[in-house]
């Protein structure tokens, strides 16, 4: 029995090596395919840049109010020369213009971005007879509106891409365009004939074919094992590759083509729909091959709650406008994919081979996918279509992920067998080492007892630093940094707390705005060293007389400060700002060899809250009583009581403080 144990352990390791070297293989098919497909890319870009159309001048309208009647009113000189009609997300519309010898009807205008909202397209000619640059000098030769904003049986030319028949045996013509769009804004301009256009077209279907008949390919079967095995893993990866695919064909107009052509509405949402469905899939795929929930259950839920973000977004999708979800999937992903990489990566390192695969299959997605993004938000100018690049990174990371699931199966069908194999020599030699293996058992328990706690211990030390840096961050995000006092914002949220709490408990609630008389001749004549370190002795003065539990001093903005004094009526607070100004008033700050004084005015206002208006009008009245203050000649505190007897010094203000 022991022998045949080994033979069997013999050939588990033979069967490893094989499995092993026969991964490698596949790889290196894969490579090979993804060239392949590169290749065709390479040589579409080629053809697509032979028909470039150049040069073509491009004039950016910010204020979206130029029309067809008032272009020609723009300067020559603002019109600036443009090579790949490539602009970024931007809410402006964007003309160009292009001069053409002569045209004929066999030609074709090809714009090469299939999601534009509205194009408006005009051929026209000079007036005979006729120089210079008014708008009356030409006549209108044909005009078309195109755009995902109309219906796709509107189009001049039924097909995927805008296309526009250029005018018979026109000479001397000028093309005109007007382009807008909420998301990434490009209009590649191509000029072909009708039989090269007919010639492209058909190596153009010949990629898509194959790249669209791949994916289906691999959702089919991917779908059909989760039919026949109930694995969850392969109904995600068959949502995330039709997915993906959906995205590719809204992104190339054959979805809005073949499929909603009589939905505008559903064409304009389909791409970040399309695009957050395939990162839900993804989340909940790869947690699933990489055995996240038992390996790193943290991990598992941070996939878990992204995933149903992203889920969520389809469905915001449908309601929010394009350009802000397109903005918020930009933002997302950001997040999403270092994590994915992060994870997968830790992984490998660890040894998971199901881990490299997955690693190696992000990597090319991610650098397609960066690729495209760049070019298409305009940091980068590419003289092919970027979105070619990400197919064919798309293709090869579901190889790749292919290959995963195999590997994945393959090791659990290894790891079954040699647990039966174990069981078998358990059993054979139960009888001969029972105390051994029992003893054994024991000290493995305890040795894993120990790590446990030991990677707890970790952890929690980790978290307690990570809570303290937290805390810390948040101390400096409320502390104005100095004066050492609170900032702006946390009192606004503490005031907010204070208003609810006197609402509640029908108490008052007291707020002083305090502002440091000619605190700019202070800057002016000493420099504003010194200025800061008058604020710093004003702070440290403030924090000396008020100082009851749960009073809130803050600086308010410059030299102004605000103070928020709970259960206390006006009579009191009005009593401790007099004690405050008296200090301020004596007080003598000797900064850079200067002896300077000053004064504070202030104004001091307190109710009992009783709706949510209360505190914003408590804010505006501790102002207006601060300018009573300074009326009244300043180094002084006006209440709300003393308002009405001061109200004729406010009309003699002027503002300054």
Request: proline share 2%; aromatic share 10%; with cysteine.
């Amino acid at each position: 029995m022991r022998i045949e144990y080994l033979d069997s352990q013999l050939a588990m390791t033979k069967f490893r090596q094989r499995l092993s070297y026969n991964y490698y293989v596949l790889a290196a098919l894969v490579l090979a395919f993804s060239a392949l497909m590169l290749f065709m890319v390479v040589s579409l870009g080629q053809d697509i840049d032979k028909h470039a159309l150049e040069p073509v001048y491009h004039f950016e309208d910010v204020q979206n109010k130029q029309t067809i009647d008032t272009i020609d009113q723009i300067e020559s000189k603002q019109w600036l020369k443009n090579d790949n009609q490539n602009f970024g997300l931007t809410k402006s519309s964007q003309w160009l213009k292009v001069d053409l010898a002569k045209t004929q009807n066999n030609q074709l205008l090809e714009i090469d971005y299939a999601m534009l909202d509205s194009v408006k397209v005009w051929f026209r000619s000079k007036k005979e007879g006729i120089s210079g640059v008014t708008n009356e000098q030409y006549y209108i030769i044909e005009h078309y509106d195109l755009g995902d904003s109309l219906n796709f049986i509107q189009r001049p030319i039924i097909h995927d891409k805008f296309l526009v028949p250029l005018p018979n045996d026109a000479a001397d013509v000028q093309l005109l365009l007007r382009v807008q769009s909420d998301g990434p804004l490009k209009a590649p301009l191509k000029l072909w004939s009708k039989q090269d256009y007919v010639v492209y077209t058909a190596s153009h279907r010949l990629f898509m074919g194959l790249f669209f008949g791949y994916m289906l390919a691999m959702g089919l079967i991917n779908l059909f094992l989760f039919i026949t095995t109930r694995s969850v893993l392969f109904i995600t990866y068959a949502g995330y590759v039709f997915s993906f695919g959906m995205l590719i064909a809204a992104i190339h107009g054959l979805g809005y083509r073949f499929i909603w052509s009589e939905s505008p509405w559903l064409q304009e949402r389909t791409t970040v729909v399309f695009a957050f469905m395939m990162m839900s899939f993804v989340l909940v795929f790869s947690s699933q091959i990489l055995q996240l929930k038992t390996s790193s259950p943290n991990y598992h839920r941070i996939f878990r709650g992204f995933s149903t973000v992203y889920m969520l977004c389809v469905l915001a999708s449908l309601i929010v406008p394009y350009a802000i979800m397109i903005k918020l999937l930009l933002v997302l992903l950001l997040f999403t994919i270092p994590v994915i990489l992060i994870v997968s990566i830790s992984l490998v390192l660890k040894g998971s081979a199901i881990a490299k695969f997955f690693s190696a299959a992000w990597g090319v997605l991610l650098l397609s996918g960066l690729t495209a993004a760049a070019d298409n938000f305009h940091w980068i100018n590419l003289s092919i279509d970027s979105s070619y690049l990400l197919m064919v990174g798309a293709t090869t990371e579901t190889l790749l992920l292919a290959l995963a699931i195999a590997t994945s199966y393959s090791v659990q069908r290894l790891e079954t067998k040699k647990a039966h194999q174990d069981s078998a020599q358990n059993e054979l030699l139960a009888m001969q080492a029972q105390d051994e293996v029992i003893a054994l058992q024991k000290q493995a328990q305890t040795d894993l007892e120990q790590e446990v706690t030991a990677r707890t211990q970790e952890f929690e030390k980790a978290l307690a630093g990570l809570s303290q840096v937290h805390d810390e961050l948040q101390g400096m995000s409320q502390t104005d940094k100095l004066t050492g006092l609170s900032n702006r914002r946390f009192f606004e949220e503490q005031f907010v707390i204070e208003a609810a709490r006197s609402r509640r408990e029908k108490q008052p609630l007291a707020i002083a705005l305090l502002d440091i008389d000619h605190f700019k001749k202070i800057n002016d004549n000493y420099g504003h060293q010194c200025g800061d370190d008058c604020l710093i002795a004003f702070a440290n003065t403030l924090k000396a007389v008020i100082k009851r539990p749960g009073d809130l001093l803050s600086r308010y903005g410059g030299e102004e400060f605000v103070v928020l004094l709970p259960n206390t009526n006006v009579d009191g607070a009005k009593n401790v700002l007099e004690q405050f100004r008296s200090a301020i008033e004596n007080l003598q700050v000797d900064t850079q060899g200067h002896p300077i004084k000053f004064t504070v005015s202030a104004g001091v206002t307190s109710r009992v809250v009783t709706d949510e208006q209360d505190s914003e009008k408590m804010v505006t009245l501790a102002d207006k009583l601060l300018y009573l203050a300074k009326g009244a000649g300043r180094n002084c505190v006006v209440s709300s009581q003393g308002m009405s007897a001061n109200s004729q010094a406010s009309n003699k203000t002027s503002g300054t403080r």
